[in-house]
T-cell receptor, first 114, second 112 residues
């Protein structure tokens, strides 16, 4: 069973701080990694994706991937109360036969307090 | 900005009844997906659909489930004989390729 694990939190940070969200995955051959944000009662919203080891930055968000450690993280700089949501890590398996099936973690609840 | 739409937003049905959940993917996308999320649980993959056929399905997607793209715009999920445990949010997603997937707002299915 290929698993994606996240600390369910809740993670509470003050406004303006850096929030750090972590995710580990069991399938060493996984090739694509995604971060989604899900507000309560809403659908997952794609924030960013990463394929290669290292960092990828998009505005206030930075995704970090370490395939050797099977670890992916999301940093949110200058956190705002509107960032309060559940953050879902999703992994796409390796292989040419994959048509995009995503395996999701259980999500980390982030609360940014003023 | 184009987005995935889903109808209805909430469906209530009796156990054993058939339901059809409808989705309109983003117009130039070629890959279509259904996921579900039971309240308080993970988002789970059900099925992917490409080139008018199922390309991949999970163990959840058994014989009571089916998908169809009846025309050039709609993508449907049919549950033939609903069970109490089918109560969940059902999300449709689409992608231009197999990587980035964009989710619709979901249909909340309640089976009584």
């Amino acid at each position: 069973q290929k698993e994606v694990e996240q600390n369910s939190g809740p993670l509470s940070v003050p406004e303006g701080a850096i929030a750090s969200l972590n995710c580990t995955y069991s399938d060493r051959g996984s090739q694509s990694f995604f971060w989604y944000r899900q507000y309560s009662g809403k659908s997952p919203e794609l924030i960013m994706f990463i394929y290669s080891n290292g960092d990828k930055e998009d505005g206030r968000f930075t995704a970090q991937l370490n395939k050797a450690s099977q670890y992916v993280s999301l940093l949110i700089r200058d956190s705002q109360p509107s960032d309060s949501a559940t953050y879902l890590c999703a992994v796409k398996p390796a292989g040419g036969t994959s048509y995009g099936k995503l395996t999701f973690g259980q999500g980390t609840i982030l609360t940014v307090h003023p | 900005e184009p987005e995935v739409t889903q109808t209805p937003s909430h469906q209530v049905t009796q156990m054993g009844q058939e339901v059809i959940l409808r989705c309109v993917p983003i117009s130039n996308h070629l890959y279509f997906y259904w996921y579900r999320q039971i309240l308080g649980q993970k988002v789970e993959f059900l099925v992917s659909f490409y080139n008018n056929e199922i390309s991949e399905k999970s163990e959840i997607f058994d014989d009571q489930f089916s998908v169809e793209r009846p025309d050039g715009s709609n993508f449907t999920l049919k549950i033939r004989s609903t069970k109490l445990e089918d109560s969940a949010m059902y999300f449709c997603a689409s992608g231009a390729g197999t990587d980035t997937q964009y989710f619709g707002p979901g249909t909340r299915l309640t089976v009584l």
